[in-house]
């Protein structure tokens, strides 16, 4: 008998179909309250689980007993609580690799939209108003050799540095829990403590993954150490910047403007006043968003739950250590 196996994030065909040669799967909408009591049953028998997004919080977990392995199509795992799946033995596996090249290139982009005023200048220009030869209040500020600072030195950070410092001749300082030798050798990356960091870069660009100790990382004392013509990205978790403290510097122009692909509260709320600030570029959480980046986590994660339900795990594990 093949394994049961729950889906919860539509996938292209020929992999849906990979999966169905390997596994009975069931699926369903989503991880919400409503749907997870509706498929109760379905759950219950699940010994893998697939797909993106939810909370993986006890009840859910208290309703998948025979669960073996859950499958995330993402880089981050958030939503779950590794130690209560070590403690019930689910391996998690997640998609690492897959998107690094381009949510860099999503980074780059919200750095040279912040600088450049992309957003705000394509509007007027379709608002029709364009009327004579631009003057100083359509300028932005140049991005080519100013001081981009990375915060959470991982792959993406390492991608974003190369395209700053071999691409834009950008001095790039970095901020991480280790010293990162490659990105000071390739890159002639400047290791920073995170205060200095933020004093000294034009662009500020954090790409960390949630945790208790990045959890409002950035909050009111840290932005206050941004130069005031300093712009903020921030395109990892949402919740690692305090969203109140960030709009309150936007507002009160004590840093220029900020990209942002993250939010605290995802999908961001259409009151937020982040959307009525023309100096904020917001996107709706699209780093890995292409064609291409979104079939190959959808791939990688596939590969991921067979290598977890049979045995074979070799790469893509976050808590190997359960693996008997
Ligand atoms: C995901 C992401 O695709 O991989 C991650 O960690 O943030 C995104 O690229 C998104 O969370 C949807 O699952």
Known sequence: MKPAVVLYKKLPDDLRQRLDEHFNVSEIENLGAETIRKHAEILQQAQGIIGSGGKFDNTLLDLLPNLRAASTISAGYDQFDVDELNARGIVLMHTPNALTETVADLLMGLVLATARRLVDLAERTRAGKWKASVDSTWYGTDVHHKTL?????????????????????????????????????RFDAEYCDLDTLLAR???????????????????????????????????????????????????????????????EQEPLPATSPLLRLPNVVALPHVGSA???????????????????????????????????
Do not use: W
């Not at 993954?209 to 005031?228: C, N, Q």
């Open 149 to 185: 600072g990375v915060v959470g030195m991982g792959r993406i950070g390492m991608a974003l540095a190369q395209r700053a410092r071999l691409g834009f001749s950008m001095p790039v300082l970095y901020n991480a829990r280790r010293r990162h030798a490659e990105a000071e050798s």
């Open 290 to 324: 292409t064609d291409e980046t979104r079939y190959q986590m959808a791939a990688t994660a596939v590969d991921n739950l067979i290598a977890a339900l049979t045995g074979r795990v070799k790469e893509n594990c976050v808590n190997p250590q359960v693996i008997k």
């Open 201 to 263: 870069s034009d662009f500020v660009c954090i790409i960390l993954p949630l945790s208790d100790e990045t959890h409002h990382l950035i909050g009111r004392e840290k932005l206050a150490l941004m130069k005031p013509g300093a712009i903020l990205i921030n395109a990892g978790r949402g919740p690692v910047v305090d969203e109140a403290a960030l709009i309150e510097a936007l507002e009160n122009h004590a840093i220029r403007g900020a990209g942002l692909d993250v939010y």
